[in-house]
């Protein structure tokens, strides 16, 4: 960051091949199309590069990009369903990109992949930043700029709203683990 600020070119290309895989896969996460998520990572590493003199160095700076690619992400994803576009073909999209897995384990990632499609983008973006990112409460709670208890109510939300989606799969897991004991 201090680097780029002082004027050096190849400081911003280092911050961008740091961040770019988190920032597109946390767009992916929150808008659910490979392509959509491709353009949100290049308009967010270009408002990046505008807002850097604002960055005041009080908080890191993954937070404060986190921040920009979540709120801007949440941002196309609510525009999105505003003007009520299905997602179909980004679902084909990504069974295509996935690599190749046994037919019941691609059958168990494309049912939790849709059920994680079915929340809200606010509720997708906590999902992603939680279990894609591996942050923690208080790390999410500083990037979308909430309280920790809105984290963790949003979090409960979420697993509560997976939980009778994806219920089959949890017993037919059960029952495959009550089987090897």
Request: contains cysteine.
């Amino acid at each position: 960051m201090r680097r780029h600020l002082q004027g050096r070119r190849d400081a911003f290309r280092a911050l961008y091949e740091k961040y770019r895989d988190k920032v597109y896969a946390t767009a992916l996460k929150i808008v659910g199309e490979a392509s959509l998520a491709e353009d949100l990572a290049q308009e967010i590493f270009v408002k990046i590069h505008e807002e850097l003199h604002r960055f005041k160095f009080e908080a890191r700076f993954s937070t404060w990009l986190y921040r920009i690619a979540v709120n801007h992400a949440i941002n196309k994803a609510n525009e999105i369903e505003r003007h009520g576009h299905i997602r179909e073909q980004a679902a084909r999209e990504r069974a295509c990109e996935e690599r190749p897995a046994a037919p019941s384990a691609r059958f168990e990632d494309e049912r939790v992949g849709q059920a994680i499609d079915a929340l809200s983008p606010k509720l997708r973006a906590i999902i992603a930043l939680r279990y894609l990112d591996g942050l923690s409460y208080g790390e999410i709670a500083e990037v979308l700029e909430v309280s920790v208890g809105t984290v963790k109510s949003r979090l409960f939300l979420a697993h509560e709203t997976l939980r009778p989606m994806m219920q089959d799969l949890y017993d037919d897991e059960r029952d495959r683990i009550s089987e090897e004991l």
